[in-house]
């Protein structure tokens, strides 16, 4: 099983427990300590994750982290624990007083839920106000999980994580930034906007009227942006269809370039014919030649089959299903040999209609 199969698993182990868990300790334990080991680290190994890391802060002693995960000796991660129904925005600032103290590079802040990642991007050695990542672990994006698998035992460099922290840190901020005005547009938003477009003074009555035609122009890209992307991947499945439908024709055309129906196949078809026209119409009874077999049918139906030829080989054989659907295979000399089976054949063709009728 891989990473992102993992933790999509989790995600809804999640949703199904989260209801039922009690305490902040429950929660460590049904999803906090399998998403540590999720991401290969070996919560009972007390060398590589410490629960209730010791780290003292000024005069207080015998503070206590809920785990921390070292690598080479050293603390890497800091992880400080809530109980699954806890704001988490009300403890950041717990976890900040013990990175400080710390020499860890990183700080994750999570309910089990929701997970916080902090660094020291703005200034070294203190954990940044804001997170640099920040996931609901039960609608984690793909993007997310990328961006989470850096942290795996197997893939962790701090120096590689804290080079692409600082542009996710911003690019998220920003994110951020453009929805808040595309939802609610500020005056200076809309007014640098409206500067582009409108040719006179920019008056309160103006800029009303421009907030309210930046949000419907805000929306009404959106829709486009949306629309575009639906259309581009429609287009792209029936491209994608129409590719596979030609390569499967492709596939059959060469097949059946190396089928030859031989006159010793015909033949044999017409003394088939002939046995059957006793009970029914023979325009009923039609050949398919596949490149191993000689198949004929009823009412041109692969599920009717009648019996099949095998000429191709040293020796020839006829094939038709038993009363148990049960291949029978015999071999034949000469194809006068097909009418000594005419009973054999009769009854197959009596069953198809006794089960159609």
Do not use: W
């Not at 080479?72 to 988490?88: S, T």
């Not at 991007?121 to 990328?146: G, H, S, Y």
């Not at 800029?207 to 805000?218: C, E, V, Y």
């Amino acid at each position: 099983m891989d990473f992102k199969d993992q933790i999509k698993i989790l995600g809804e182990r999640v949703v199904k427990l989260k209801d039922q868990i009690a305490t902040e300790e429950a929660t460590k334990n049904a999803f906090i300590m399998p998403f540590l080991q999720s991401l290969g680290y070996d919560v009972f190994n007390p060398v590589e994750v410490i629960p209730e890391y010791v780290t003292d802060i000024g005069t207080k002693k015998g503070e206590k982290i809920d785990y921390a995960i070292f690598k080479d000796g050293n603390p890497i991660i800091l992880i400080e624990c809530k109980h699954c129904n806890q704001n988490l925005d009300l403890h950041e600032g717990q976890l900040l007083r013990y990175f400080h103290v710390s020499k860890a590079k990183f700080g994750i802040l999570t309910n089990g839920v929701i997970y916080k990642f902090y660094s020291d991007l703005v200034e070294a050695n203190k954990m940044d106000e804001k997170p640099f990542l920040e996931f609901n672990i039960t609608d984690i994006k793909d993007i997310q999980i990328e961006e989470l698998k850096k942290f795996h035992k197997s893939y962790f460099d701090a120096d590689s994580i804290t080079n692409t922290a600082s542009e996710l840190k911003y690019s998220n901020e920003l994110k951020q930034l453009i929805s808040q005005e595309l939802n609610n547009p500020t005056h200076d938003f809309v007014k640098h906007l409206a500067k582009q477009v409108y040719p006179s003074i920019i008056t309160a009555k103006v800029l009303d009227l421009f907030t309210q035609l930046t949000k419907k122009a805000a929306q009404a890209l959106l829709s486009d942006l949306i629309t575009e992307r639906l259309n581009n991947a429609l287009k792209k499945e029936k491209e994608d269809e129409q590719q596979e439908i030609q390569e499967a024709a492709a596939l059959t055309e060469k097949a059946n370039s190396k089928i030859e129906t031989t006159e010793e196949e015909l033949e044999g078809f017409l003394i088939i014919k002939s046995i059957l026209r006793q009970k029914i119409d023979v325009s009923r009874v039609v050949y398919r030649d596949a490149q191993t077999y000689f198949a004929i049918l009823l009412d041109d139906n692969n599920r009717k089959t009648i019996c099949r030829l095998y000429f191709n080989g040293n020796k020839k054989y006829l094939m038709y299903f038993d009363d148990n659907k049960k291949e029978v295979k015999k071999e034949i000399q000469s194809l006068d040999d097909l009418f000594t089976h005419s009973n054999e054949l009769l009854e197959v063709l009596n069953r198809y209609e006794e089960h159609d009728s």
